[in-house]
């Protein structure tokens, strides 16, 4: 099986990785996905931001408003407009398609977040959004009893005195599920429990006749840990109440839904998977990349094809690799070119580090500084291209999906 | 303590400003001599250079060349510290390496000091000192052990002013000494500022004593004295290792980057010494965090895998007395200042000195102190321990609720508050979960000092239980701890991102300066938690 060449093979599993193996397997083309670890959509929320902020200040109505003040070199502008619409498209048609989908394109879409703040984001599961609970005066922030890192009170709280909320009423509330134990237990095994009728119809019974009909309702991100939307129209009819998940802090069970819905569409389209395998080494020949070869508990593996697509993530992924003063790309040993004053010593600000990455053309290979591509036939996709301030901006996953897509139809 | 009104117009006998270790010293000797005495910190107890340095207690070896009294100074203190501070001090033990790299004849010079300073040092050979510590340099010449531990500053702090209230001793945070009155040539009392409300009280007293380190110069200002002092800067680095199991010195004439510390799971390392901006410069630049990891890799050459959690720096409070002296070269010594010559009587200076001596400094200041109010007891604090040992029937409760190292750890931090915590998670076992994992903090023990008046920040509580400072500096658990306070209905007049943003950007700033490595994912990681999925420093849409 080593022996055989792959049209395609995708590094990493995170957003990027995900989306690019399933774009090109779509497309007829033999793929083999590479994994260290679960990747990073179980950390993140499964929503995919455009552009929530414009970078000289201020939430975007519509992330592409943003897109005039973006910064040379940012991989949006590398992309290009029509190329970011047909990946909107491709990503909306797969979750439509799998039973798990999301709200169409239409500007920003506010998510409350457990910090209770609103989050502009693009791409959400129809439970995600905030919108959803415009004509509720009442909107209930419930919790469950012993739930970790959830509380009502810091939403309701926030929530209270925001201007952009002045019409609303917000009120904390506890759901008890002694199910699930007196604590210690997180918003993933509660959508677990929410997977079962069991636990789908506790839920539903102990909120009766503490909400009023016609209300909103914000909990943390418990309604089933499957892909699909069944938990959320059952609690939403039955409760006869508009209900918005929230991002909260990792892991995060809306990011592990998506994850789950593509890693399933990836099985039914015939990718192959090498888990736990972490590349080590790339075989380069004339200017063209051979083969890989990975270490993983089955020994070491050399994995060939025409061509590779690199979606390594940034630091957090492993995509790049750091000492005192130098960066460097973790598979090829790309130098990553470095500005000083990596991090501001200000929490909220820019952090320069954010931006560091390969730079690549407008192929998405990786290039020199005249632009010559290093390697033709290795594309880069996500997080590990330089240029996106993603906590910043608010880019996470809208430049893994542009970047996936571009790289797929490259091929 | 934070109540202010319950002290406004109430007669002190002593005022003391600084709540270091020096500060916390005197409030703790005074109180057991009968004064009636209290301490006013302006932020947080222990937060200025007492929690800021390599936590090493000194056994005198390393000033056996260039400072012999200091030298026997801390060869005593040590002792002394061993017998009363026990759930402050870490006994690790020292050890001093030569490298081939460094003068061979400094060696000679430093055991003959150590021998006629009275500090205990025990030649090993360089194999014995590699099989010791098995990161040790194969360049490592000779090597000796010595009295060296590891002291906790925060700890320390606390249990000395705990001890002092057993006494009558009282504090008060977040209380900044806005005036010092006096009238006639005598001090007569202080006006103190809330920094919380602004409110402002006056207490009047009999004496003050200035023990604000690096700030005493401006404390002295308040009445016009002139100090001097150089506030020097400090540079240290965390690193997520225990990669030693003693403290290691380099022997050499005392330079940049040659203290590793172990404590607990981390080891600290330093220091380099360079003029601070002021007394409140303590964010090492990047360039100085560079510069010490270099300087580790000399003495442990593995140390580059490791992950740095994060620099730091204090600014130590170094005498200038005629401006000559500079840097290391100004004596570790301390001075005594009884303004009585600047024609204030009732108002005394000491700074200087260093965390190990705090105890000796307090008993000399305290022998003037009580010599004014014709006290006559003797000094006490070398004889009675900071903290009682737990007793067995505690214990024997805390074994049912908490793992049996645990527990001894929540007493060290937590004191004669123990047993509200274990009260806690007795009555419910959902307490008994740990609110960070790092540093194994249980809901029971956060809740016990969250709930404190003295807890005004979520660093506030950092301080009293080491919450956030393990391997994930509070990425996960400071989400957590908001969870907790705004679960016990603290705090919620101000918004959760308003609490929890000062936390995390007092963690950022320390992760800053040595962002590389092992340390770059977790950053990108806590950053992409915080901003982009939480948005925590987002505003409205409009």
């Excluded at chain 1, 709200?103 to 998510?111: D, E, H, I, S, T």
């Excluded at chain 2, 409030?27 to 057991?32: G, K, T, W």
């Amino acid at each position: 099986m080593n022996g055989k060449i792959y049209d395609n093979i995708v590094i990493g599993a995170g957003m990027a990785g995900l989306l690019n193996a399933v774009f090109s397997a779509s497309s007829g083309k033999s793929v083999k996905l590479i994994t260290a670890g679960a990747g990073s959509l179980t950390i993140g929320s499964g929503l995919i931001d455009l552009l929530g902020y414009s970078t000289v200040g201020g939430i975007l109505k519509d992330p592409f408003d943003g897109f005039s003040t973006l910064e040379a070199g940012h991989p949006y502008l590398k992309c290009g407009r029509a190329a970011i619409d047909k990946a909107v498209r491709a990503f909306l048609d797969i979750c439509d398609k799998r039973g798990f989908p999301y709200l169409p394109a239409n500007g920003c879409r506010f998510v409350p977040t457990a910090m209770g703040r609103l989050k502009p984001s693009f791409l959400v599961p129809p439970s995600m959004d905030m919108e959803s609970l415009r004509g509720a005066e009442t909107v209930y922030v419930a919790g469950v009893d012993g739930m970790k890192d959830f509380s009502p009170e810091i939403i309701c709280g926030a929530f209270s005195s925001m201007e952009y909320f002045k019409c609303k009423r917000f009120e904390p509330l506890s759901v008890s599920l002694p199910e699930l134990g007196a604590a210690g237990f997180g918003s993933m095994e509660a959508a677990r429990f929410m997977d079962s009728e069991e636990g789908c119809s506790a839920f539903i019974d102990r909120l009766k006749g503490k909400i009023n009909t016609g209300c909103g309702m914000i909990i943390p991100p418990i309604l089933g840990s499957k892909p699909g939307l069944w938990v959320y129209e059952r609690v939403k009819s039955e409760l006869n109440a508009e209900i918005c998940e929230s991002a909260v802090i990792p892991p995060a069970v809306t990011g592990y839904r998506l994850r789950s819905m593509l890693m399933g569409f990836l099985g039914d389209l015939g990718v192959e998977l090498a888990e736990n395998a972490r590349v080590i080494s790339a075989e380069v020949k004339n200017g063209r990349c051979i083969s890989v070869s990975t270490a993983g508990p089955g020994g070491v593996k050399s994995h060939r094809a025409d061509n590779f697509t690199v979606a390594s993530g940034g630091f957090y992924g492993g995509g790049l690799t750091s000492a005192a003063g130098r960066v460097w790309e973790s598979v090829f040993g790309l130098p990553v070119k470095t500005p000083d004053g990596w991090a501001s010593a200000d929490f909220s600000e820019r952090q320069n580090y954010s931006g560091f990455g390969v730079s690549v053309n407008d192929r998405l290979n990786a290039c020199d500084i005249l632009g010559k591509p290093v390697y033709e036939n290795v594309y880069f996709a996500g997080r590990i291209i330089a240029g996106a301030d993603s906590p910043y901006e608010h880019s996470g996953n809208g430049v893994a999906l542009a970047t996936s897509y571009l790289a797929a139809s490259l091929l | 303590m934070r109540d202010f009104k319950g002290i406004a117009d109430t007669w002190f006998d002593v005022v003391i400003i600084g709540g270091g270790v020096t500060g916390a010293g005197i409030l703790r000797d005074l109180s057991m001599r009968g004064l009636k005495t209290v301490l006013f910190e302006k932020s947080d107890l222990a937060s200025g250079t007492s929690s800021r340095f390599h936590g090493l207690l000194h056994s005198g070896a390393r000033y056996a060349v260039t400072d012999p009294e200091a030298a026997a100074e801390c060869a005593s203190e040590n002792a002394v510290l061993n017998r009363i501070a026990k759930y402050a001090v870490e006994p690790s033990g020292g050890m001093f390496v030569r490298t081939k790299n460094d003068d061979r004849d400094f060696e000679e010079r430093w055991k003959e000091g150590c021998s006629a300073s009275g500090v205990f040092f025990e030649r090993i050979s360089a194999g014995e000192a590699r099989e010791m510590e098995p990161g040790l340099t194969s360049d490592t010449e000779s090597a000796y052990l010595v009295k060296d531990c590891a002291v906790d500053g925060f700890r320390l702090v606390w249990q000395n002013v705990l001890s002092a209230g057993f006494y009558g001793g009282d504090f008060r945070t977040y209380a900044e000494v806005a005036c010092i009155e006096h009238s006639g040539g005598k001090v007569t009392g202080v006006r103190v500022r809330d920094a919380v409300s602004g409110e402002e009280i006056s207490v009047p007293c009999g004496c003050v004593v200035n023990a604000t380190g690096p700030w005493s110069a401006h404390t002295a200002k308040l009445v016009g004295a002139h100090i001097g002092i150089k506030p020097d800067k400090g540079a240290l680095l965390a690193f997520n290792h225990r990669f030693c199991s003693r403290v290691v010195n380099r022997l050499r004439m005392p330079s940049d980057g040659d203290i590793f510390v172990p404590h607990g799971s981390v080891t600290i390392f330093g220091t380099t010494s360079s003029d601070a901006s002021g007394p409140d410069d303590s964010q090492p630049s990047d360039a100085e965090a560079r510069y010490l990891a270099g300087l580790a890799g000399e003495i442990f050459p593995e140390i580059e895998s490791h992950r740095i959690l994060r620099a730091f720096a204090g600014t130590r409070p170094l005498i200038d007395l005629d401006h000559a002296h500079l840097g290391r070269d100004a004596s570790r010594n301390f001075i005594i200042t009884d303004h009585e010559k600047d024609g204030l009587s009732g108002f005394i200076t000491i700074f200087g000195g260093k965390l190990t001596t705090y105890r000796l400094m307090a008993e000399k200041i305290s022998d003037i102190v009580c010599g004014k109010f014709f006290i006559t007891k003797k000094c006490r604090t070398a004889e009675e321990e900071l903290l009682p040992s737990m007793s067995q029937s505690l214990a024997d409760r805390a074994k049912k609720v908490f793992p049996p190292s645990g527990a001894e750890l929540i007493y060290a931090r937590l004191g004669p508050l123990f047993e509200t915590a274990l009260k806690k998670a007795e009555a419910d076992p959902r307490r008994r979960e740990l609110l960070c994992e790092c540093e194994f903090v249980t809901l029971a023990e956060y809740e016990t000092a969250a709930a404190l008046d003295t807890s005004v920040s979520l660093s506030d509580i950092r301080r009293r239980t080491r919450m956030g400072m393990g391997t994930c500096q509070g990425s996960f658990c400071g989400f957590r701890a908001l969870v907790s306070v705004f679960g016990m209905g603290l705090n919620r007049e101000r918004g959760g991102a308003e609490i929890l943003l000062p936390f995390l950007n007092e963690r950022w700033k320390g992760m800053k300066p040595a962002m590389w490595g092992l340390q770059m994912p977790e950053a990108e990681l806590m950053k992409n938690i915080y901003s982009s999925s939480l948005n925590i420093s987002g505003g409205q849409p409009e």
